[in-house]
């Protein structure tokens, strides 16, 4: 759940995001192609949790899909191929069981309430994904920020890839992807890093013990 009404996730967003959208765009059209469209392929149903202004789901070439936000500004935003799902995600969501195949999530988690309704909503994720269906995760990595990690109005939820790969252990999940340092963290809000150089650096592992901030886990439902 969110402690803050779709209006004030509207004000909110729209000030923080509202001069770098193109960049954003720009910044996606690199990491879709370069890393994580390796997860998706173009059968598969695919439900972007806390999808903002869609850059990532209407960038990927998929059959089917979603996003979930509670920003009214997001139905302004996706592509008339993705259903909107406009509601808390720490709720029963409105999909079959095992009717998904990924469940892609952003710079998201840490914007949950607590604990415990992050841990509905990973269960939520299990419900939908179909054995094997996977979830991939990224945002800021507390055990790398400290200080700065609140320097976002709305973020309530500390974590780090060690405690978001427990949840998924003991709810059913195999992880086949545990890493604590990916990108630097506010990649799309901070400097507007040159895309070639995104490109060079999605490319050397080895920078990424300097500069990334941001936990990547990919975890699979058994």
């Known amino acids: 759940m969110s402690t803050h009404t779709p209006e ?17 765009k720009q910044v996606w059209s690199v990491l879709i192609p370069d890393w994580f469209g390796k997860y998706i392929n173009p059968a598969d ?13 209407n960038g990927v070439a998929c059959r089917e899909k979603y996003g979930m936000d509670l920003n009214p500004d997001a139905s302004r935003f996706l592509h008339p191929s993705v259903k ?29 309430s607590d ?57 059913g999940f195999r992880v086949d992807a545990c890493i604590g340092r990916f990108l630097p963290y506010t990649m799309a809000t901070g400097p507007r890093y040159p895309l070639v150089a995104l490109r060079a650096y999605l490319r050397l592992p080895f920078a990424w013990r300097f500069f990334g901030k941001q936990f990547l886990v990919v975890g699979a439902k058994q």
């Open 8 to 24: 004030e996730l509207q004000r909110m967003y729209g000030v923080r995001f509202s001069s770098n959208l193109e960049y954003r």
């Open 45 to 57: 149903a695919v439900l972007d949790l806390g999808c903002g202004y869609g850059e990532f789901i």
């Open 84 to 112: 909107l799902i406009a509601q808390d995600c720490s709720t029963a969501w409105p999909l079959p069981d095992a009717s998904l195949d990924v469940v892609f999530t952003s710079n998201f988690f840490e914007h949950l």
């Open 115 to 171: 604990k415990a309704a992050l841990g509905r909503t990973l269960d939520e994720i299990g419900r939908c994904l179909r054995p094997g269906g996977r979830l991939v995760a990224m945002g800021p990595n507390i055990k790398y920020l400290h200080g700065a990690y609140w320097d976002f109005w709305d973020h309530y939820v500390p974590i780090t890839e060690a405690s978001l790969q427990e949840a998924l252990i003991t709810r």
